[in-house]
């Protein structure tokens, strides 16, 4: 399996631009996870996904971040307009849920994000 | 208080040494515990599940403890290539700032 893949690996980009990070999860996964990491806040989840519906999108900072999963082997996470505070490092992991086992989440390599 | 608290580091220990990692969490209707590494401008792997007896994979042991709310990590004969941040994660949702790992030969 490829794991999974996230594009682009870096993005750079001017403020108030339209961002749009994709992700391909593990196939045979049903959740899918969107985290953002800084040196500050560390890893903190935006949102999270089950059967390609969002579950729990507390996290998403603000109205700008939208999070969509049309089907169940891809996602975006969208920010518009991007703002310098965006730039981070973009984690998109995915995992198969089930009440009895203890699941792990297997992570994309990220993009990095620079927000000028 | 935050959701998952670690100590930050660094640990800097000699090769051979045996290390412990701490982490406290504040949700006590948390199921699900994770052990990841993440090496420097990486992504996150996991090291090992933490389950509710307790499991041992090689060099590393993990323990939960329910009643006080804290999970541990023991690397024991530390190897220069466990040299990495290691992030505490209660259910997926909430990872700790991780515990930054420097084995020195």
């Known amino acids: 399996d490829a794991g999974v893949i996230q594009s682009p690996r870096h993005e750079v980009t001017e403020m108030g631009q339209e961002v749009t990070l994709r992700c391909k999860p593990i196939?045979?996964?049903?959740?899918l996870f969107w985290y953002r990491q800084t040196m500050m806040r560390g890893l903190e989840l935006l949102i999270y996904f089950n059967n390609n519906v969002p579950i729990d999108d507390s996290g998403m900072p603000e109205d700008r971040f939208s999070a969509k999963m049309p089907n169940a082997s891809f996602s975006t996470l969208k920010i518009q307009p991007s703002e310098p505070r965006d730039s981070a490092v973009y984690f998109c992991?995915?995992?198969?849920?089930?009440?009895?086992?203890?699941?792990?989440?297997?992570f994309g390599q990220g993009t990095r994000l620079t927000v000028v | 208080r935050k959701e998952v608290e670690q100590d930050p580091g660094p640990f800097n220990v000699p090769e051979g040494a045996t290390v412990a990692f701490n982490c406290t969490y504040s949700?006590?209707?948390?199921?699900?515990f994770f052990w990841y590494r993440q090496d420097c401008r990486k992504e996150p792997k996991l090291l090992m599940s933490v389950y509710s007896s307790g499991n041992e994979d090689g060099r590393f042991t993990a323990q939960l403890n329910r009643a006080s709310q804290y999970i541990s990590l023991l690397i024991r004969d530390s190897k220069l290539s466990d040299s990495a941040t290691y992030l505490c994660?209660?259910?997926?949702?909430?990872f700790g700032t991780g515990t930054k790992l420097q084995v020195i030969p």
């Open positions: 994660v209660v259910t997926l949702r909430t």
């Open positions: 949700n006590s209707a948390s199921q699900s």
């Open positions: 992991a995915s995992s198969f849920f089930s009440f009895v086992l203890n699941t792990e989440a297997f």
């Open positions: 196939s045979g996964h049903n959740s």
